[in-house]
């Protein structure tokens, strides 16, 4: 499936079906996936949203990829007793996702290569294909988000991408329709008390 995704984004076939999802229940349905993971390594998965009620714009099954490739990133690279943070926030028109670990860090000369296709952060027992980043960028890209890296050595890794925000529905006027069954309701609420008692 990796391959497939990497040829579909490099053909520009790349495609994705959004909807309004819920950030709480994406880092809900995340977080639950990993948790076994996390606990096995004696990581704590942290979760942060100031906000409650955030909704995306975007194709769930994509974002929920993105999200494993992103956490199980982090717990390959944050050392036992340690921690890694999903954090979002609502920024503008869009949702802003971090998602950090306390490991190495990534040197600064391979910051512009993360997202390039077969890169991998080396580390002593971890394996990877190197195409979960360069996935990771083709799913944030391809909802009009933006996704970059920050780190230094020793520092950890914190991954940021942002999504858009769904727009709330606008209110639809009154039609023809619905007058004529507002005028047929009964107007009186002394009816509808008497009846309940």
């Known amino acids: 499936k990796s391959m497939l ?3 579909s984004m490099q053909a520009g076939r790349f495609s994705i ?3 309004a999802c819920e950030v709480e229940q994406l880092m809900w349905e995340s977080a639950e996936m990993f ?7 004696q990581i704590h998965l942290r979760q942060s949203l100031p906000e409650t009620g955030l ?3 975007a194709d769930r099954e994509r974002v929920l990829q993105l999200l494993s490739n992103l956490i ?3 717990l390959k690279h944050a050392p036992p007793n340690s921690e890694v943070r999903i954090s979002i926030e609502a920024q503008q028109d869009m949702a802003h996702f971090v998602v950090s670990d306390t490991g190495e860090g ?10 390039d296709r077969f890169w991998k952060r080396e580390t002593a027992g971890t394996k990877g294909t190197g195409l979960g980043l360069f996935i990771s960028k083709g799913i944030v890209e391809a909802h009009g988000g933006k996704i970059w890296v920050q780190s230094e050595v ?3 890794a914190h991954f940021h991408f942002t999504l858009p925000l769904a727009k709330p529905a ?3 006027a009154p039609t023809a329709e619905d007058k004529a069954v507002e005028d047929k309701a009964d107007p009186s609420p002394l009816v509808d008390l008497a009846l309940r008692t």
């Open 5 to 7: 995704d990497v040829t």
């Open 17 to 19: 079906m959004p909807i």
């Open 35 to 41: 948790s076994p993971l996390a606990a096995a390594r």
């Open 55 to 57: 909704t995306v714009q």
């Open 72 to 74: 199980g990133n982090a």
């Open 106 to 115: 990534i040197r600064a000369e391979y910051l512009p290569r993360v997202f």
């Open 154 to 156: 020793g520092g950890g």
């Open 170 to 172: 606008p209110a639809s």
